[in-house]
């Protein structure tokens, strides 16, 4: 990772270094993992430090990451719009996390855009949407949650973590690297770690919290998925998987089951590019993995009005999942030549 630019380390500090500061800190809407883990985690730190601090989330996120500190003092816009509004207009400071565009903010966005106070960006996707007082980006990080880690470690406040925060944090990092499966050719991310697991953090509770806390309904969608909803185009190194509404209804489909599912069809020989598609009301949302060279943010933001990092991206449809199928099969043959040369 390239070293912080001090002087909006010091721009940070000095926001966050006022007293009687009433902070907010946002994660992007649909929260995965590394957004919870650092929100929970960024809170618990700047409480310890002595500010008031409010973590407000568009809407809710999956059952397994209840478990983090903090959890049950998170205010949800989808259950408490009044409430979550009320919170903006008192606050003095809003931290955002873990998204590079304010179309993240979904149903909060015009909020968000008109907010009227200092306003900070932590992230490490790429190209960053130029809203931000002060943007601390670093795209080149395996993960928000370490991003955070290495902002705090700057600013000196490092000395507010406890094992609460590292835990949070750590979760971010495991989740957002798949177990440190990708994202983590920095050695730099181990050092991270190596560095939370001082502060007496369990991460075999914490991998079994999110990896081993499914529901048996979960276990049959992918199961289903695998033998039905799934199609190898290996002349294009290629898979797609899909799960319709149809599909999600039969087996009781809760918001999270689908975590993951997009990294299996890489695990076949001589697939190096994954699809799912995730049919919704009003439309189709994408998720999209590669191993190697192959561009998957170029991909989405080039066909599916999405972007994220090279080996995992985003994106969303506003067509029926038929039609956007049809629309991904006629486009291997337009990226063949990338596809192929991938390794």
Request: glycine share 6%.
């Amino acid at each position: 990772m390239k070293e912080l630019d001090i002087e909006i380390i010091k721009s940070f500090r000095a926001l966050i270094s006022k007293p009687n500061q009433k902070v907010l800190i946002l994660p992007h809407v649909n929260p995965d993992g590394d957004a919870v883990g650092s929100a929970l985690g960024l809170a618990r730190v700047l409480q310890n430090s002595g500010l008031l601090v409010e973590v407000i989330s568009v809407n809710d996120y999956p059952e397994y990451y209840y478990w983090m500190s903090g959890h049950d003092q998170v205010t949800f816009y989808s259950k408490k719009p009044k409430r979550v509004r009320q919170l903006f207009q008192e606050s003095d400071l809003l931290i955002c996390l873990d998204f590079n565009n304010l179309s993240r903010t979904g149903d909060l966005k015009s909020v968000v855009e008109n907010y009227d106070k200092p306003t900070v960006l932590i992230d490490h996707h790429p190209y960053p949407q130029d809203f931000p007082d002060v943007l601390i980006s670093h795209p080149e990080c395996s993960s928000t949650a370490e991003l955070v880690y290495h902002v705090l470690k700057a600013m000196d406040y490092d000395k507010y973590v406890d094992r609460e925060a590292a835990e949070a944090l750590f979760c971010g990092i495991m989740t957002d690297t798949g177990s440190f499966d990708y994202s983590v050719s920095d050695p730099q991310t181990f050092q991270t770690v190596s560095e939370l697991l001082k502060f007496g953090i369990d991460q075999d509770y914490i991998h079994a919290q999110v990896f081993d806390n499914y529901s048996a309904d979960r276990m049959r969608l992918l199961g289903y998925c695998l033998n039905e909803c799934m199609e190898v185009f290996p002349e294009y190194h290629a898979a797609v998987m899909y799960l319709s509404k149809e599909t999600q209804k039969k087996f009781n489909f809760v918001p999270g089951d689908s975590e993951g599912f997009v990294n299996y069809p890489l695990s076949i020989k001589g697939i190096h590019f994954s699809t799912l598609f995730t049919e919704r009301d009003d439309m189709v949302k994408a998720s999209f993995r590669s191993k190697g060279e192959f561009p998957a943010n170029m991909f989405a933001s080039e066909n599916f009005n999405g972007g994220g990092h090279c080996n995992a991206a985003g994106g969303e449809v506003y067509a029926s999942l038929t039609e956007t199928l049809d629309k991904y099969r006629k486009l291997l043959p337009v990226y063949q030549e990338l596809l192929i040369k991938t390794k």
